[in-house]
T-cell receptor, first 115, second 109 residues
Framework: ETGVTQSPTHLIKTRGQQVTLRCSSQ?????VSWYQQALGQGPQFIFQYYREEENGRGNFPPRFSGLQFPNYSSELNVNALELDDSALYLC??????????????FGPGTRLTVT | DAKTTQPTSMDCAEGRAANLPCNHS???????VYWYRQIHSQGPQYIIH???NNETNEMASLIITEDRKSSTLILPHATLRDTAVYYCIVRVGGDDMRFGAGTRLTVKP
């Protein structure tokens, strides 16, 4: 059983550019959630995808968008990057059955720096 | 916003039990208490969760008060590798997780 993986590990972008971050969910999981973690703070929920549909969204502007694919992997896209978008972006996958249903398994994150 | 209150930081001696408190006075009847931890620069790691009964697994024990307004995570024999930020989260299964600032636990030799 493979865990949650994310790519790339680190990324440097310039203000105004666009970025795509990728996440492969754990085997058997059909739900993916994305979080943004600024330095020194707890993760903040961006949105969740369940069976390829957005299933909840936090307080983030529309320039943060996502996709989930039939194999349940996911992408996070951020347009018009701002300096404040510099953060660790975390992906978490979860299933929907059993005692451990909805328990989220996190990937190692992608460190995005916007200059 | 997070629905929990935790101390900002705690210290614990290596080999001793670490008891991390969490207040969740507005918890609803169908909300579970989850604990995660985050070791520096890694993704959060699931520890344990419970509804109203005490729970124990290979990592920790979770004690929930009878009125469910507070809980305590117990690491029975803390090691240096348990140094991390510990997050207490209340949620209905399937809902998004709202992280607060957590408790920074430092285990000292």
């Amino acid at each position: 059983e493979t865990g949650v993986t994310q790519s790339p590990t680190h990324l440097i972008k310039t203000r105004g550019q666009q970025v795509t971050l990728r996440c492969s969910s754990q085997s058997g999981h059909n739900t993916v959630s994305w979080y943004q973690q600024a330095l020194g703070q707890g993760p903040q929920f961006i949105f969740q995808y369940y069976r390829e549909e957005e299933n909840g969204r936090g307080n983030f502007p529309p320039r943060f968008s996502g996709l989930q694919f039939p194999n349940y992997s996911s992408e996070l896209n951020v347009n018009a990057l701002e300096l404040d978008d510099s953060a660790l972006y975390l992906c978490a996958s979860s299933g929907t059955s059993g005692w451990n249903a909805y328990e989220q398994y996190f990937g190692p994150g992608t460190r995005l720096t916007v200059t | 916003d997070a629905k929990t209150t935790q101390p900002t930081s705690m210290d614990c001696a290596e080999g001793r039990a670490a008891n991390l408190p969490c207040n969740h006075s507005t918890i609803s009847g169908n909300e579970y208490v989850y604990w995660y931890r985050q070791i520096h620069s890694q993704g959060p790691q699931y520890i344990i969760h419970g509804l109203k009964n005490n729970e124990t697994n290979e990592m920790a024990s979770l004690i929930i008060t009878e009125d469910r307004k507070s809980s305590t995570l117990i690491l029975p024999h803390a090691t240096l590798r348990d140094t991390a930020v510990y997050y207490c989260i209340v949620r209905v299964g399937g809902d998004d997780m709202r992280f607060g600032a957590g408790t920074r636990l430092t285990v000292k030799p």
